[in-house]
T-cell receptor, first 109, second 116 residues
């Protein structure tokens, strides 16, 4: 089975840095993905890790430790438009994704 | 804009009815996955189609069925609708196949289904 956990909600201030954690226990693993989803919209791809370590993409970075079943998404220089849900997803074989329930991030002025 | 289109965008059905949702995958993609997203939850994997064959299924009953066509577009059919089937239904297309590097999945905008 698949068990993917992330915090339900977080609040941060514009311009700050926020880290969203994700822990997982899955029967298969072929990458850990992060998606952003604004209310009423489709998820959009942010970042992924296959190997342990940090991947950086502009203001977004993602970290993976496969031995610990742990990942985090780091958002720097927060902007109001970053208010959204952030979904952690484990990819098993052949592009089947298993998602956590999402972390709703509220960015306040 | 991901190039993945779903129709209709919104739909209201009555309990017990049947519904068909459609998804056109991004050009060049041969794999379509369907997800159900209840309010406040993450998407849940329903099933995946690769080159017109079902290629894995999540924990959904047989009244959820699907098809993939030669042009790789896909349909999701749900029979005997229940109130709990009310959700956002997302399809995601990607390029699959042996020897391919990890590829991301692109999501459509979804179909909001309400069962009353």
């Amino acid at each position: 089975g698949q068990n993917i956990d992330q915090p339900t909600e977080m609040t941060a201030t514009e311009g700050a840095i926020v880290q969203i954690n994700c822990t997982y226990q899955t029967s298969g693993f072929n990458g850990l993905f992060w998606y952003q989803q604004h209310a009423g919209e489709a998820p959009t791809f942010l970042s992924y890790n296959v190997l342990d370590g940090l991947e950086e993409k502009g203001r977004f970075s993602s970290f993976l430790s496969r031995s610990k079943g742990y990942s985090y998404l780091l958002l720097k220089e927060l902007q109001m438009k970053d208010s959204a849900s952030y979904l952690c997803a484990v990819r098993e074989d052949f592009n089947k994704f298993y998602f956590g329930s999402g972390t709703k991030l509220n960015v306040k002025p | 804009e991901t190039g993945v289109t779903q129709s209709p965008t919104h739909l209201i059905k009555t309990r017990g009815q049947q519904v068909t949702l459609r998804c056109s995958s991004q050009s060049g993609h041969n794999t379509v996955s369907w997800y159900q997203q209840a309010l406040g939850q993450g998407p849940q994997f329903i099933f995946q189609y690769y080159r017109e064959e079902e290629n894995g299924r999540g924990n959904f009953p047989p009244r959820f069925s699907g098809l993939q066509f030669p042009n790789y577009s896909s349909e999701l059919n749900v029979n005997a609708l229940e109130l709990d089937d009310s959700a956002l239904y997302l399809c995601a297309s990607s390029l699959g196949g042996a020897g391919l590097e990890l590829t991301e999945a692109f999501f459509g905008q979804g179909t909001r289904l309400t069962v009353v």
